[in-house]
């Protein structure tokens, strides 16, 4: 089988690639291992699984064909964004200071996933391998050899990796760099709570962790608590009432009395800074090229932001093919500023407030009271966060 692209990941990143090259004229192929994904719309069935979008990343789903097969009453806005230090220092951003309807749209993974798969299956320059596993990867100067665990034989003059975090295409390449782990784990559950969010999304700093709130439709919310795994530990043995206690203590009651929708998880926290995220013949988005602490949410609208990026590259790439390495060095160096400023400013933050030192402490609290009085510069952070 002869293509022009494979893409080797079906998720949010890789299902959203496919969707965006629909129009353009170049065969393609899907690699997934898993089953088609299947959501769910039920009540009392939530995914514990739940990312916040940015405006410019739901106007490329729509493009893609995506967020318009949504349901919406599963869909939040989030009109207000307030971040607190652990000394009494805060930091509100609002769509209304910003002069947009909303910052942020949160909502399951799974019905997003859904979506962008009941595209892929009516798409025609598109052939959906799944389930089907990878076996060995063969690159040369002409083409990527794919051979699947079935024994069947994949060429196209682009792989595109984005198979997640561990990436099995990046491990197949000569790309030495590893993961730095953070000694931390992202903690996630779903709640409803008996006082209305109105729109609003809360993060904690504190010398033991972070805790973000995230509203969901009614009144519900979806958390992520980034620990040391030994808390992590902890508050996994909890029970359902024990957890809901240390949650709402945790964030001083701000929405009153809670109640476990979603079991919680938990899933270790690393970095990971590659030096390249092309080769020749050879391209990596989303958790495959990155990896960032999710403290600001922006994991997934990265690898959108790659997506949009690489589709744009391979739609403009003239006389040159999809895999030649000058054209992937476009869609490398376009990508390199948001990728590493997201690292550098979640890394900085994440040793700033999960330290001790009191002289830190102090700066730490006071930088963010004064970032709040200077609106200009909160209008500047906040509306990168919107891209």
Same mark, same amino acid.
């Given at each position: 089988?002869?293509?022009?692209?494979? *893409?080797? !990941?079906?998720?949010?990143?890789?299902?959203?690639?496919?969707?965006?090259?629909?129009?353009?004229?170049?065969?393609?192929?899907?690699?997934?291992? !898993?089953?088609?994904?299947?959501?769910?719309?039920?009540?009392?069935?939530?995914?514990?699984?739940?990312?916040?979008?940015?405006?410019?990343?739901?106007?490329?789903?729509?493009?893609?064909?995506?967020?318009?097969?949504?349901?919406?009453?599963?869909?939040?806005?989030?009109?207000?964004?307030?971040?607190?230090?652990?000394? !009494?220092?805060?930091?509100?951003?609002?769509?209304?200071?910003?002069?947009? #309807?909303?910052?942020?749209?949160?909502? +399951?993974?799974?019905?997003?996933?859904?979506?962008?798969?009941?595209?892929?299956?009516?798409?025609?320059?598109?052939?959906?391998?799944? #389930?089907?596993?990878?076996?060995?990867?063969?690159?040369?100067?002409?083409?990527?050899?794919?051979?699947?665990?079935?024994?069947?034989?994949?060429?196209?003059?682009?792989?595109?990796?984005?198979?997640?975090?561990?990436?099995?295409?990046?491990?197949?390449?000569?790309?030495? +760099?590893?993961?730095?782990?953070?000694?931390?784990?992202?903690?996630?559950?779903?709640?409803?709570?008996?006082?209305?969010?109105?729109?609003?999304?809360?993060?904690?700093?504190?010398?033991?962790?972070?805790?973000?709130?995230?509203?969901?439709?009614?009144?519900?919310?979806? *958390?992520?608590?980034?620990?040391?795994?030994?808390?992590?530990?902890?508050?996994?043995?909890?029970?359902?009432?024990?957890?809901?206690?240390?949650?709402?203590?945790?964030?001083?009651?701000?929405?009153?009395?809670?109640?476990?929708?979603?079991?919680?998880?938990?899933?270790?926290?690393?970095?990971?800074?590659?030096?390249?995220?092309?080769?020749?013949?050879?391209?990596?988005?989303?958790?495959?090229?990155?990896?960032?602490?999710?403290?600001?949410?922006?994991?997934?609208?990265?690898?959108?932001?790659?997506?949009?990026?690489?589709?744009?590259?391979?739609?403009?790439? !003239?006389?040159?093919?999809?895999?030649?390495?000058?054209?992937?060095?476009?869609? +490398?160096?376009?990508?390199?500023?948001? *990728?590493?400023?997201?690292?550098?400013?979640?890394?900085?933050?994440?040793?700033?407030?999960?330290?001790?030192? #009191?002289?830190?402490?102090?700066?730490?609290?006071?930088?963010?009271?004064?970032?709040?009085? *200077?609106? #200009?510069?909160?209008?500047?952070?906040?509306?990168?966060?919107?891209?």
């Amino acid at each position: 089988m002869e293509f022009d692209i494979i *893409i080797v !990941g079906g998720g949010l990143v890789g299902a959203s690639l496919a969707a965006s090259l629909r129009d353009s004229g170049l065969k393609l192929a899907l690699v997934e291992s !898993g089953p088609s994904p299947q959501a769910s719309t039920a009540e009392d069935d939530w995914d514990a699984r739940i990312y916040a979008f940015t405006p410019g990343n739901v106007q490329f789903l729509h493009e893609c064909g995506a967020w318009q097969r949504l349901d919406m009453s599963r869909v939040q806005q989030v009109e207000e964004m307030r971040v607190f230090g652990d000394t !009494g220092a805060k930091l509100n951003f609002s769509a209304y200071q910003l002069g947009v #309807p909303e910052m942020a749209f949160i909502l +399951e993974s799974r019905l997003l996933h859904e979506a962008l798969w009941q595209g892929l299956r009516e798409q025609e320059n598109l052939t959906l391998l799944h #389930p089907a596993q990878c076996a060995a990867l063969a690159i040369d100067s002409d083409a990527a050899n794919l051979t699947l665990k079935d024994g069947r034989e994949v060429k196209a003059k682009l792989i595109v990796g984005a198979d997640g975090r561990d990436s099995w295409v990046r491990h197949q390449t000569v790309m030495p +760099e590893v993961p730095t782990p953070y000694n931390q784990h992202g903690l996630v559950a779903n709640f409803t709570v008996s006082k209305a969010h109105r729109g609003i999304a809360y993060q904690w700093f504190t010398e033991d962790g972070i805790l973000a709130l995230l509203p969901l439709p009614g009144r519900r919310i979806s *958390i992520v608590w980034s620990v040391t795994p030994e808390k992590s530990a902890e508050l996994l043995a909890l029970s359902h009432e024990e957890l809901c206690a240390r949650v709402a203590e945790a964030s001083h009651h701000t929405l009153g009395e809670l109640k476990v929708i979603t079991a919680p998880a938990a899933f270790a926290l690393r970095v990971l800074n590659l030096a390249h995220i092309c080769k020749p013949r050879l391209a990596l988005v989303g958790d495959a090229a990155h990896n960032v602490h999710p403290l600001s949410g922006q994991g997934v609208n990265l690898g959108l932001r790659d997506v949009r990026e690489l589709s744009q590259t391979l739609m403009q790439r !003239g006389a040159l093919d999809c895999g030649d390495l000058r054209l992937l060095r476009r869609y +490398e160096k376009a990508r390199q500023d948001d *990728i590493l400023s997201m690292q550098l400013t979640t890394d900085a933050l994440k040793h700033l407030f999960v330290n001790s030192n #009191p002289v830190l402490r102090t700066l730490r609290n006071v930088g963010m009271a004064a970032t709040n009085a *200077i609106v #200009p510069l909160k209008k500047m952070l906040a509306r990168h966060a919107l891209n």
